[in-house]
């Protein structure tokens, strides 16, 4: 313990003059979080006149384009000064990036990774879009494909209606035909893996159903009266839109020549361009090097003055085996940007950003991300052994979890994360950067190392026989005598919960617990969680500040959620009474209407799960964002990750670059035609 | 010596089925297989909820043919790579198994045989100046660059340089060219580019081969100048330099030959620490990613690769020396 005090000490002294900067970033006026109405984000509207990047002005003279008009739909989606701090911008410039998991091939419909990083918000268009609803005061879906809608029917029907005359990017119309097959033959039909299924659709036992009413609207009849959670179902990551007039060639519902088994693979990934909504196209992508996308011509996005989005006309995303070399590229001004999520970087990287040659800006978001101490809760599942089996009930006892995390200094450990503004010790359930937290709900157990020996000592009778200063089991115990050791693992791809981790060792030892730490591999962590086969876990999570979208995180939502007390195959599993509490209260969230019953749901939530000690909060973190100095409409606080990622939340089409520092396009000649799409494998198969 | 040759090559067969055998083991032993690294993956990079994470991993697994019994998947892949030639399906990469290795032979293999003759040559050439100037300024500044070159592991210069380039130089790091390169046309420009990314590796990689090299070269010269028949030659007359290049060198330099030609593996390996810290697009990180994600026939070709290349590389090695050495027979 001593050591430890000796090292954060020296940390502090040295990193505190330079983390002092850091809280002048938190007050500036170029802040959006929670300020906007929906209306001053997007609206849908005509213009009186409309205008467009020069390349593809040069492309309608040569005839190699129809005119802008035709291009748009007939109302398209405006988006509002409001969100662009640096005003409308200027076409032109290039946006470097880097990826770092192989494309699979173009078929997200059926469950293909385009290498994420970014790329998915780029190509894929889904009817609603939750990204940037960190910046409005009252947060509710945002509007995308879909333009409005209205619960009608006693709430048993949702009328929804999407944008009309929008096209895609091979100038084919955009309709709820497409709608319909993403719903009934990708994700109601069994046979093909696509990212939601009817499970997800059920509610009130029945699947909801789809009736296309005209070419712009839809009308979904559900089984339960205003399941409000349905509405989570038509964001990017459920509902990603696949264009019928490609892939109803492939599907066998359609054409008899095809299968199945081959509909995952329709298009590989060298098999450029393809049909997206999205504003930037895939024209060329050589495997392990590099993904070139530029302006789609269709795209039906404008600013306030008519100018059609996107801003930049070119996108490159370089290859890499992992996503280390992308804060390297950013610091030299190769790169465009990087996270900063791991607090040992961050330092480092500040530094760099303060000299006065510095390429790049870096910001932090709001505190999202936390690290927490997961126990298992099942009494049966995973259990091999007698101690196991103990152990299982001390962690289902409150009166142990109250010891337990009495016997953590948080402080402590935030700080020696990372002293400064950018940690914060953390209680459970919600982190403050979170609307639905609340310090008047949160029960706060401090650190307090007597009253944990206390506990251990007089309640469940823990005595150190062997004076080794490890408790050992009572009498009445199926192992008593033995020594009180707990498992603890952790991934090794997270630094800092292996930090964290390994802090904890010390802690606990002084209180009489001997903890075997475990650094297992990524893949091997989720096994042991999967398989219940673990006692306490480590684990860093990033979305449980907007716990109604992962519900998952706080509660059993399902027989396999929480991670730390799942429902095995043979073995019922036994919710403690406040978790029965919290199960029932999720339910109701899944139906409830406004914003303030969600908040009000959310709010008892908080209450019980940090009362009853669900899990032990560690320290919770913001995470960075480090961009290129070039870059206009970047919002000082714009979140890394909170509701969806950076591309999303920004979004990357309103983003812009003066003239005088935009980098030289290279493929401003490859824009996709109706030519180009001919020439793809996948048009002639 | 050609039956000693084909003898030789038969003996790989039975080796290759307990390699294979062995390492199909062991990439399935950690719990969990390839679905569960995309579960991972959907809740990490795809931000999804681990239920919903955890389920569609689950869909997928019949298409991968992972919920089949371990033996069973065994068979099948023997059988392919004997009947079909087909080494079986990279889950990761979402492509054939010889696909994902050919494509990455090319640059694995320029970036290893010019570390390897770079490493060569200089290590021959400053050896023998090292053993014919002992203890002379420039030998002593030799020795302290191979002790530097050979205790500091090459992954650390790696990270070290790449530091270097990127914060101090403003220059790109991490794979082979540029942004604006990848897709240029060769030019001038282009070779530049290039070249800036590919000294890297090379340096890396050859900085430890080059220390030993040098080091081996110079004591066992030294040890040959200290024979008889190098001091007859010079009474003979001949000149400083046949002595020694034409005789002391020649003999000298055949424990670099059999090393030589068990770098043939190494070649293939492609130095893996180094080619992860650098980003290179060669088999070195592809092995990596394979073994961690559990991607077994990615990983399992690779293992037979290997052990097929250290054996003929060892073969390749011990024809190399009957060459070069008259003394040496086989049976």
Redesign the interface.
Do not use: C, K, W
């Given at each position: 313990m001593k050591s430890f005090s000796k090292k954060v000490t020296l940390v502090m002294v040295f990193v505190l003059i330079i983390s002092m900067s850091f809280v002048a970033l938190a007050q500036e006026e170029r802040a959006l979080l929670g300020k906007l109405e929906m209306g001053e984000v997007v609206q849908f509207k005509n213009l009186d006149s409309y205008n467009e990047a020069p390349e593809l002005k040069e492309m309608v003279e040569n005839g190699e384009l129809p005119p802008l008009e035709e291009r748009l739909p007939t109302t398209p989606m405006v988006r509002q000064n409001e969100t662009m701090v640096d005003g409308a911008g200027v076409y032109g410039g290039v946006w470097r990036d880097t990826f770092a998991v192989p494309i699979d091939g173009w078929n997200w419909g059926a469950g293909n990774v385009q290498g994420y990083f970014g790329i998915h918000q780029i190509l894929w268009e889904s009817p609603l879009l939750r990204g940037e609803m960190w910046k409005l005061n009252e947060p509710d879906p945002v509007p995308n494909l879909a333009t409005d809608w209205e619960w009608t029917n006693d709430g048993k029907t949702l009328v929804m209606n999407f944008i009309e005359g929008a096209k895609w990017s091979d100038g084919e119309p955009f309709t709820t035909e497409d709608i319909a097959f993403t719903y009934n033959d990708l994700i109601l039909n069994e046979q093909i893996t696509s990212t939601a299924t009817a499970d997800d659709w059920t509610y009130g036992g029945q699947v909801t159903e789809l009736e296309v009413i005209d070419e712009n609207t839809v009308e979904w009849h559900f089984g339960a009266e205003y399941p409000m959670s349905a509405l989570i179902n038509f964001d990017r990551n459920n509902f990603p839109v696949s264009p019928k007039h490609v892939y109803a060639r492939f599907h066998p519902e359609y054409t008899d020549s095809a299968n199945y088994e081959n509909y995952p693979t329709a298009i590989p990934a060298h098999d450029v361009p393809i049909v997206t909504m999205g504003a930037w196209v895939p024209i060329r992508y050589s495997a392990g090097e590099q993904l070139v996308m530029m302006r789609n011509p269709y795209y039906w996005q404008v600013d306030e003055a008519g100018n059609q989005l996107p801003y930049m006309s070119e996108i490159r995303f370089m290859e890499a085996e992992s996503g280390e070399t992308r804060t390297n590229n950013l610091v030299s001004g190769q790169g465009d940007r990087t996270n900063l999520e791991n607090p040992s970087t961050f330092a480092m990287v500040r530094q760099e950003s303060l000299k006065e040659d510095s390429n790049f800006t870096m910001s932090f978001g709001p505190f999202t991300s936390v690290y927490r101490l997961e126990m298992n809760l099942s009494k049966e599942f995973g259990v091999s052994d007698d101690r196991e089996a103990e152990l299982r009930k001390l962690f289902r006892d409150k009166r142990f979890r109250e010891a337990l995390t009495s016997a953590i200094d948080k402080e402590a450990i935030s700080s020696g994360a990372f002293p400064g503004p950018l940690t914060a010790a953390y209680h459970g359930a919600y982190p403050d950067g979170s609307v639905y937290h609340s310090a008047d709900n949160t029960t706060v157990y401090s650190y307090d190392p007597e009253k944990a020996k206390r506990i251990l000592e007089e309640e469940f009778g823990f005595e150190d026989t062997n004076d080794d200063g490890i408790y050992n089991w009572p009498e009445g115990t199926a192992i008593a005598g033995d020594e009180l050791i707990i498992q603890l693992k952790t991934n090794e791809d997270s630094a800092a919960s292996v930090q964290a981790s390994e802090a904890l060792v010390p802690m606990l030892r002084e209180v009489g617990i001997n903890i075997r730490l475990q650094v297992l591999s990524g893949p091997n962590n989720t096994a042991r969680t999967n398989s219940g086969d673990f006692d306490l876990s480590v684990a860093r999570v990033d979305q449980a500040g907007t716990p109604y979208y992962f519900m998952d995180l706080i509660g059993p939502i399902s027989s396999t959620t929480p991670g730390y007390h799942q429902e095995g195959s043979e073995y019922p599993r036994e919710l403690l009474p406040f978790e029965q509490e919290i199960a029932d209260l999720l339910q109701e969230l899944r139906l409830s209407r406004t914003a303030e019953e969600r908040i009000d749901i959310l709010h008892k939530i908080e209450k019980l799960y940090t009362e009853n000690i669900y899990t032990i909060g560690l320290y919770q973190l913001r995470q960075g964002l480090a961009i290129n100095n070039r870059f206009k409409n970047i919002s000082s606080d714009l979140p890394p990750y909170l509701y969806d990622y950076m591309v999303n939340a920004m979004p990357l089409q309103i983003i812009w670059v003066a003239e005088e520092d935009q980098y030289d396009e290279l493929f401003l000649d490859e824009i996709p035609v109706e030519e180009t799409y001919m020439n793809t494998e996948w048009s002639s198969k | 010596m050609f039956q000693y040759i084909i003898r030789r090559l038969i003996y790989i067969i039975p080796m290759l089925i307990i390699v294979s055998f062995v390492s199909f083991i062991v990439i399935s032993l950690?719990?969990?297989d390839y679905l569960?690294?995309v579960?991972?993956?959907l809740t990490n990079?795809?931000?999804?909820?681990?239920?919903?994470a955890?389920?569609?991993a689950e869909?997928?697994r019949s298409?991968y043919g992972l919920d089949q019994p371990f033996l069973m998947q065994y068979v099948n892949w023997i059988k392919n790579i004997v009947l079909k030639g087909d080494f079986g399906f990279s889950f990761?990469?979402?492509r054939p198994v010889s696909e994902v290795i050919w494509?990455?032979l090319g640059y694995t293999f320029l970036i290893a045989l010019s570390a390897h003759i770079i490493s060569v040559l200089i290590g021959v050439v400053v050896g023998i100046y090292s053993a014919t100037h002992q203890y002379s300024f420039g030998d002593n500044i030799a020795t302290v660059f191979a002790f530097i070159g050979l205790s500091i592991p090459n992954f650390f210069f790696a990270i070290v340089i790449?530091?270097f380039?990127?914060?101090k130089?403003?220059?790109?790091?991490?794979?082979l060219?540029?942004?604006?390169y990848?897709?240029?046309p060769w030019n001038w420009a282009k070779f530049v580019d290039f070249m800036q990314h590919f000294w890297v590796p090379v340096f890396v990689v050859g900085i430890a081969g080059t220390a030993q090299n040098m080091r081996i070269m110079r004591g066992n010269l030294l040890d040959e100048l200290q024979k008889q028949y190098v001091q007859t030659a010079r009474a003979k007359g001949l000149t400083e330099r046949v002595v020694i290049y034409k005789h002391a060198v020649r003999n000298a330099i055949q424990p670099l030959v059999m090393y030589l030609g068990m770098s043939l593996p190494f070649l293939i390996q492609g130095a893996i620490v180094s080619?992860?810290v650098l980003?290179?697009?060669t088999t070195g990180?592809a092995f990596y990613?394979a073994l961690?994600?559990?991607d077994m026939y990615l990983a399992g070709s690779f293992l037979l690769m290997l052990a097929v290349t250290l054996v003929i590389g060892n073969l390749i090695a011990d024809i190399l020396l009957a060459q070069i050495d008259p003394r040496v027979r086989y049976d």
């Open positions: - | 950690p719990p969990g569960t690294t579960q991972n993956r990079q795809a931000g999804m909820s681990q239920d919903q955890r389920e569609m869909r997928m298409r990761q990469y979402n494509s990455r790449m530091y380039l990127s914060f130089l403003d220059m790109h790091v991490g794979g060219f540029s942004s604006e990848v897709f240029a080619s992860i980003q290179l697009p990180p990613n961690l994600s559990q």
